[in-house]
């Protein structure tokens, strides 16, 4: 079908108009776009070709088949939305970037006495005996930032992701204020190598809360570790992982887990198997954990999970747990159980709600080996909640709150309780 003059002077001049933001395109798009530009252009030289002597004419032809070179040059540094969500495509390249993080600060207190080493709940160092009044804090600190790239492959995407804060622990009642690695690494084919959540932790099932620390009973650790994933959507989710070995030990630990998602939720399994090392002494311990989830309604999740563990030198494959003590040439570990619930409400697009409960209790007791080489001022019991909100008055912004209490019980009975209230304000970008 021929072009006239008038219909091809439009066009070309829609095409030179288009704001910016209109050449944000994804992939597909933005060589449709380049394509439909190159017929024009041929068009347009078929047209010159069939009318020689009209120099007015060819003049005009010539005039618009410049502009459309120049949006076409415009297009090669155009930028393009990339495969991830809220993504750009690298120039020049297939692989896709996303920069994304928040600014976040917290405003802490503590109703009883608080807790040394931390902003946050510290339930397992909370003063024990009566305490009427803590302390006030504010901190910036969890503020964090990443970048994650994807990159199509023959055999899938190459994935990799680089997060930091500025949360980095340097001992009680110090500057925190230093910046801090999260999380370091790449994914393809099914490996995962590099520092991230460890494949023990539940991290589908662990509720909300505006505490950074969250309750005890649960796993919160990032090793580096090296994991292979295998999924079946049939079958189940298969994981296996070396991990980095607990504080002195030498061997790394070995995780095994298997998920299992539902229209209705989720179930997983887990194990562990990780050594403890006390002044050159070592022991294996073992862990093993559940946990599920369940859609209650459109916008009601109700989580649980359950982990028992022996002993745990990092604090972190059981938040809660006690350390492992050396008695004589014997190391003994703390035999621990934890549990972790919680209900999540989203009740609009500006409002969200969690109530969780965090609990831990040693099978050990007054009398038995460990307790009589760790101390009866070891911890034989705690007991954490939370009841949080957050309230989004525009977009990109959250303000939280959130009413938190605790207690934590000793081997030979002595109590100490936690009543705070954390505030938040979280701005975030992407």
């Known amino acids: 079908m021929k072009l006239n003059h008038t219909f091809l002077a439009l066009m070309a001049a829609g095409l030179c108009s288009l704001p910016p933001a209109a050449f944000a395109q994804t992939a597909k798009d933005f060589e449709d776009m380049r394509n439909e530009l190159k017929a024009l252009r041929a068009e347009l030289n078929a047209l010159k070709a069939q009318a020689p002597a009209a120099a007015p004419a060819a003049a005009s032809a010539s005039a618009w088949n410049d502009r459309i070179e120049a949006v076409e040059l415009k297009q090669k540094d155009a930028v393009v939305l990339g495969d991830i969500p809220g993504s750009f495509r690298l120039p020049g390249s297939e692989t896709s970037i996303r920069v994304y993080g928040f600014a976040e600060a917290n405003m802490v207190k503590d109703f009883k006495g608080t807790a040394p080493g931390d902003h946050f709940t510290n339930l397992m160092e909370q003063p024990l005996g009566s305490a009427k009044s803590g302390k006030t804090s504010l901190t910036a600190q969890t503020s964090r930032f990443g970048f994650e790239t994807s990159t199509p492959t023959g055999v899938g995407t190459f994935n990799t992701k680089i997060e930091a804060d500025f949360y980095a622990y340097c001992g009680a009642e110090c500057n925190r204020n230093r910046l801090r690695l999260r999380h370091a690494y790449g994914e393809y084919a099914g490996w995962l190598i590099g520092q991230t959540w460890s494949t023990f932790m539940d991290t ?56 299992k998602a539902y229209d209705w939720g989720n179930v997983n399994a887990r194990l562990l198997s990780h050594e403890q090392r006390v002044s050159g002494v070592s022991k294996r311990g073992l862990g093993f954990g559940l946990g599920a989830g369940y859609k209650i309604t459109g916008t009601t999740t109700l989580m649980a999970q359950y982990t028992r563990l022996d002993g745990d030198g990092d604090g972190a494959y059981l938040i809660g747990t006690n350390y492992p003590v050396l008695d004589g040439g014997t190391v003994r570990l703390d035999k621990s159980q934890g549990v972790v619930l919680g209900l999540s409400n989203v009740f609009s697009e500006q409002l969200r709600g969690t109530v969780s409960l965090g609990m831990v209790r040693s099978r050990n007791k007054l009398g038995d080996a460990y307790v009589n080489a760790y101390g009866a001022e070891g911890n034989h019991k705690l007991y954490q909640w939370h009841a949080g909100m957050y309230y989004l008055p525009i977009k990109s912004v959250e303000l939280g709150a959130e009413l938190i209490g605790g207690r934590r019980t000793t081997f030979d009975g002595q109590q100490g309780e936690m009543l705070r209230l954390n505030l938040q304000a979280r701005y975030l970008f992407n």
């Open 204 to 259: 589908d099932n662990l509720p909300e809360t505006v505490d950074f620390n969250g309750p005890p009973g649960a796993t919160f650790r990032r090793p580096t570790q090296v994991r292979y994933t295998y999924n079946n959507p049939n079958l189940a989710k298969f994981q296996f992982a070396l991990e980095e070995p607990t504080d002195g030990a030498k061997s790394p630990n070995l995780v095994a887990r298997v998920d």
